[in-house]
């Protein structure tokens, strides 16, 4: 197992392309189940996520190959297979989104229900709401979904939640509706820019889509679709965490292919801090001098501020000037990283869905642990930042949504390297 090791204090510099985009990605190969050919997703990130889809993509007879040009070929081979065992399911909650378009091509879908994690409890209720209204007949069984239906049947479907919409929910039932006889209409949808990105692949598979990207998403279901080819959107979130990255070292980088118009709430909250951000032909520069003003971050549904960027914020906010408040309204219990920045002399106490951050001086290296991906993020721009050598332990959470960091924030003058870790 490897730990990553950061040597805080440079002021990172240069130019980072940022890569396609893990979350929209991850639908986009689950929907290939949907064609009657091959297809072609390219910009794919070499990330273990993107290589635990590949393999359970693969069991369910639907085989791929990522080439060297970063494109992803994907083509249904053996449609009798169903089944997304525990095995598979369990590396990646993700996976959840092969069960849309398992029922809707094949009629049955087994599919392993995903169990906890670190972020939060994480129902599949709205899932098995949207497609019992499709129709579906659903049961669990040994830990297993259930689902089938011979051919769905597009009905109205409300899908918001506790937490106001999901992603996967919008993803899974748009995709099964794309089969359905008739019209569906999903209500209260995800408005994230990869589900507007899943669907301009599954009309290029020949589905009828409107309205993706709203609240309101019409789909048009069809007899077929065939395969393929689609490039993946940029991955928001992984230019979220190089613009913190390099706002907290007080650096300047150019970030290239970084889209803006899915940064709306970030910009501008980075920029409320005291970060100069400019746009300039598809790409962004970046500009900090901290310390910044301490303020208070609430993460929402999009467009609002990404809860995939909160731990990251949290980072930047432990050295800021004053005391701010980070409140997650979609999972109100992801602040496993808390106890880790504190452990570099950060001081946050949690607070119901909030942590107060009472910004100090500085930070100091240490032994941090990893609990998931985004943490682990943080923990290393916390690194980039503190007096000393931070050593990260458990960084299998951060390669599965960001492709060689060690390697890219280096180019940008970071002193990190990756190891053995032979202490956990
Ligand atoms: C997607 O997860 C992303 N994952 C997550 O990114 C991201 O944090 C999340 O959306 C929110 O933006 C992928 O795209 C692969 P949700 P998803 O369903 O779809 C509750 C990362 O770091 N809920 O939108 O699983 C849920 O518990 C990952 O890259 C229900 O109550 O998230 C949460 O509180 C982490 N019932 C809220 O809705 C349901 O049936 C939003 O979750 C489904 C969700």
Do not use: W
């Amino acid at each position: 197992m490897d730990k990553l090791v950061v040597r805080g204090g440079n002021r990172l510099s240069g130019r980072v392309k940022i890569n396609g985009s893990k979350n929209s990605a991850l639908p986009i190969m689950a929907a290939s189940i949907l064609g009657d050919g091959p297809s072609v997703i390219e910009n794919v990130p070499r990330l273990r996520d993107i290589r635990s889809m590949l393999s359970i993509l693969d069991s369910l007879g639907v085989q791929g190959c990522h080439r060297d040009d970063g494109s992803v070929t994907l083509e249904p081979v053996d449609t009798s297979k169903n089944v997304a065992d525990y095995a598979q399911v369990r590396t990646m909650r993700g996976s959840i989104c092969v069960l849309g378009p398992l029922l809707a091509k094949r009629g049955r879908a087994v599919v392993s229900l995903p169990g906890g994690c670190v972020i939060g409890v994480r129902p599949i209720d709205l899932h098995l709401k949207g497609l019992r209204e499709l129709g579906a007949k659903i049961s669990i069984e040994r830990g297993y979904v259930v689902a089938e239906a011979e051919r769905l049947a597009g009905a109205e479907i409300y899908l918001g939640g506790a937490f106001g919409p999901s992603v996967l929910a919008t993803a899974n039932i748009m995709m099964a509706a794309t089969l359905a006889e008739g019209e569906t209409i999903i209500d209260c949808a995800a408005c994230e820019p990869e589900i507007a990105d899943l669907a301009k692949f599954l009309n290029a598979m020949g589905a009828k889509i409107e309205g993706a990207g709203s609240p309101t998403v019409v789909i048009r279901g069809v007899e077929k679709l065939a395969g393929a080819r689609h490039c993946v959107m940029q991955d928001r979130i992984e230019a979220g965490t190089y613009m913190i990255a390099a706002a907290s070292t007080g650096g300047e980088i150019i970030m290239e292919d970084a889209n803006p118009a899915h940064l709306g709430a970030v910009i501008d909250k980075l920029r409320l801090a005291g970060v100069s951000i400019e746009k300039a032909n598809g790409s962004l520069r970046v500009a900090g001098s901290p310390p910044y003003k301490a303020m208070d971050v609430t993460m929402l549904p999009y467009p609002g501020m990404p809860t995939d960027l909160q731990a990251q914020m949290m980072a930047l906010l432990t050295v800021s000037d004053g005391i701010s408040v980070v409140t997650d309204k979609v999972f109100p219990d992801r602040f496993m990283h808390i106890a880790e920045l504190n452990r570099m002399g950060a001081d946050i106490r949690k607070e119901g869905p909030s942590a107060i951050i009472r910004g100090v001086e500085r930070l100091s290296g240490s032994h941090v642990m990893a609990s998931d991906l985004r943490a682990s993020a943080a923990l290393v721009l916390a690194g980039l930042v503190a007096d000393g050598e931070t050593e990260v332990h458990r960084v299998y959470h951060i390669d599965r949504g960001y492709e060689r960091i060690e390697e890219r924030l280096s180019k940008l003058g970071a002193d990190i390297h990756r190891a053995e870790d032979d202490e956990t």
